[in-house]
């Protein structure tokens, strides 16, 4: 009844590489200092807050792919519908909150034109989610009476 599409195998592993890539990058913060100051220019007083800022929307990030993770494995099971997929769209949306949130307390302390495009796209990222989470809640709705129904 459900075909497996190349495509998902495809999406499910780079989601994978994004999401070890990410724990790496995540553990190198920390000893990212003499290349923050190089290339960003930024002072030593920056430092800090610019590897907090950095740790924090990188495990933020970390945690979207992990979620991102456990919905694919229920498509590739050929049950996405479910209450777990619910969860984690919202879960998902309150990542891409705190990112954004993140980085508008940045643009506050050292505004760019980046920043706020950042700020925009996980705001809009954060809407997506929670209007896709509403989507599938409904479908589980109609999925559970048709179920009902046969």
């Given at each position: 009844?459900?075909?497996?599409?190349?495509?998902?195998?495809?999406?499910?592993?780079?989601?994978?590489?994004?999401?070890?890539?990410?724990?790496?990058?995540?553990?190198?913060?920390?000893?990212?200092?003499?290349?923050?100051?190089?290339?960003?220019?930024?002072?030593?007083?920056?430092?800090v807050f610019m590897k907090s800022v950095l740790l924090i929307s990188g495990i933020s990030s970390v945690y979207?792919?992990?979620?991102?993770?456990?919905?694919?494995?229920?498509?590739?099971?050929?049950?996405?519908?479910?209450?777990?997929?619910?969860?984690?769209?919202?879960?998902?949306?309150?990542?891409?909150?705190?990112?954004?949130?993140?980085?508008?307390?940045?643009?506050?302390?050292?505004?760019?034109?980046?920043?706020?495009?950042?700020?925009?796209?996980?705001?809009?990222?954060?809407?997506?989610?929670?209007?896709?989470?509403?989507?599938?809640?409904?479908?589980?709705?109609?999925?559970?009476?048709?179920?009902?129904?046969?």
């Amino acid at each position: 009844m459900y075909h497996k599409s190349v495509v998902h195998y495809i999406t499910k592993v780079c989601i994978d590489i994004l999401f070890y890539a990410g724990i790496v990058c995540c553990i190198l913060i920390p000893f990212s200092s003499k290349w923050l100051f190089t290339y960003f220019n930024i002072a030593n007083e920056k430092a800090v807050f610019m590897k907090s800022v950095l740790l924090i929307s990188g495990i933020s990030s970390v945690y979207i792919l992990w979620q991102l993770k456990v919905i694919f494995r229920t498509l590739l099971e050929g049950n996405p519908f479910i209450y777990a997929n619910v969860s984690c769209l919202r879960k998902i949306a309150v990542a891409c909150l705190v990112i954004s949130f993140i980085y508008f307390i940045k643009m506050i302390f050292m505004p760019t034109i980046s920043t706020i495009v950042i700020i925009a796209i996980f705001i809009i990222a954060c809407l997506l989610c929670l209007t896709l989470k509403d989507l599938f809640k409904q479908s589980i709705y109609y999925k559970d009476e048709n179920d009902l129904t046969v």
